[in-house]
């Protein structure tokens, strides 16, 4: 561990997974409460369509994942509320929508480009990347405070949470945007086709020894801590992906916990 300190890329690395590991769970045990953890996915897939667009028009990849997570998250929000019965669909339509739009806009931009923000560079942070995900990490655990209990009430119930006269949709206006921001720093560090994994695999992990939303969402992120060390560790030990590393480690650790909860 001493010798992977002694490497200034591996320094920012663990520091940019370390903020990677606390934003994904907050966003994601949100997601999975309210039943909806392919939106994960639907979202990182629009962003990788936005990295396309980005490069294809010579505009910063990152603010182009942003700007179309932002726009895919809203019209999640129209299509769920138009299909109240089938919300899983809205999931699907954008998820198909943002696979179209990335395989057409990655015809106009070279393959290494847009390469890296299939599994990430988390390696390759500059230092102002990684004061900008610092920054951004703190955004997120403010307004994740700020906004504790009605997340909490709109996780388990949003039909009583809009009863109980808490602003659902100016709320989720604003969750969608954490969520949109979170995918485009996730996508140019762990990769658009990891992160829906990160905010889903730590909270399945907590839920399987928590027993409450806290302590799950404290769990989510210490578990999402241990599986980016880990990750790391093993690539560059091993000169792996780190996405895939991490997202392997999660898994490993899941199916330990489902044999082991299912043996008590």
């Known amino acids: 561990m001493l010798e992977i300190l002694s490497f200034d890329f591996m320094r920012r690395a663990l520091l940019v997974a370390l903020c990677i590991s606390v934003m994904t769970p907050m966003i994601g045990q949100v997601i999975v409460l309210r039943r909806m953890s392919t939106v994960g996915d639907a979202l990182s897939h629009t962003g990788l369509a936005g990295v396309a667009i980005g490069l294809a028009v010579g505009v910063n990849p990152v603010v182009g994942a942003f700007v179309v997570a932002v726009f895919a998250g809203f019209a999640l929000e129209i299509i769920r509320r138009n299909f109240s019965q089938y919300a899983e669909l809205s999931v699907s339509i954008m998820l198909s929508l943002g696979v179209g739009l990335a395989a057409v806009f990655s015809s106009f931009v070279s393959g290494a480009g847009f390469y ?53 949709k100016s709320i989720n206006l604003v969750f969608t945007m954490l969520t949109a921001v979170v995918v485009a720093v996730s996508a140019r560090t762990v990769g658009a086709l990891i992160v829906s994994s990160l905010m889903v695999i730590p909270v399945a992990c907590a839920m399987q020894i928590s027993q409450g939303y806290k302590q799950n969402l404290i769990l989510a992120i210490l578990f999402a801590i241990l599986f980016t060390m880990v990750g790391l560790v093993l690539s560059f030990y091993f000169d792996l992906r780190p996405g895939g590393a991490i997202v392997l480690t999660g898994i490993f650790v899941l199916i330990i916990l489902i044999i082991i909860k299912n043996r008590k």
């Open 116 to 168: 890296s923000f299939l599994f990430g560079s988390i390696v390759a942070i500059s230092n102002g990347e990684l004061i900008t995900i610092i920054a951004l990490t703190g955004l997120v655990l403010a307004v994740s405070f700020v906004l504790y209990r009605p997340l909490l009430h709109i996780a388990f119930d949003e039909e009583s949470a809009i009863t109980a006269g808490i602003p659902v």
